[in-house]
């Protein structure tokens, strides 16, 4: 028998991605700073603001030079890797799910569209990039708690990015360990209560 709370859970999920997926919602959403889940992409565009792909949630997320959150948009790769890179401060992303090209500016809005055609080697598949001061960027530990990393010319390291304690919870890694925690706590709850009451 499936635990009422489960479907219940499913329930919920599924109901806040159908609303979010809705175009009304996306925008007040772009104000929102997702999770940093395994990004996969970096890159800085002339005014040192610093771009970061976040396929989980198809999200690319624009920060200041120092690491304020400034906006996010939607992006195309259906849940799936992406290569990104920046020329003339249009980011492109290309999706490896369904092989397309998207062009944006660097405020979000959707240039163009097109086919990917380049092979890997033309495209940022790094987790670092270097704005015109000459300063790199990192993403350290991307599978745990991400968090972007500003090395000068000095090798100075200074913590940009990270997410926000309540925030490391929503990665998926801790959020499917507290599921699976619930699910235990609750069936060993309610064989006990069974015991009790036979």
Request: hydrophobic share 35%; aromatic share 10%.
């Amino acid at each position: 028998m499936i635990p009422i709370s489960l479907v219940f859970f499913l329930f919920i999920v599924g109901g806040i991605s159908a609303l979010l997926s809705s175009k009304g919602i996306q925008m007040k959403l772009s104000i929102l700073p997702f999770p940093l889940h395994d990004p996969d992409g970096i890159v800085v565009d002339s005014q040192g603001n610093i771009y970061c792909s976040i396929p989980f949630y198809s999200r690319l997320q624009k920060y200041s030079p120092e690491g304020s959150f400034l906006n996010s948009w939607m992006i195309g790769t259906s849940g799936g890797k992406s290569l990104i890179k920046i020329d003339n401060d249009v980011i492109h992303v290309c999706a490896v799910r369904g092989q397309k090209t998207y062009a944006y500016n660097t405020d979000g809005a959707l240039l163009e569209t097109g086919l990917c055609t380049a092979t890997e080697e033309d495209w940022n598949r790094d987790t670092s990039a270097i704005d015109n001061r000459g300063n790199t960027y990192d993403i350290r530990s991307r599978f745990t708690f991400p968090k972007i990393v500003r090395t000068n010319e000095h090798d100075r390291e200074t913590l940009i990015i990270s997410n926000p304690w309540f925030m490391k919870i929503l990665n998926p890694l801790p959020l499917c360990s507290l599921a699976i925690l619930g699910l235990i706590v609750y069936s060993r709850v309610d064989r006990e209560n069974r015991e009790e009451d036979s």
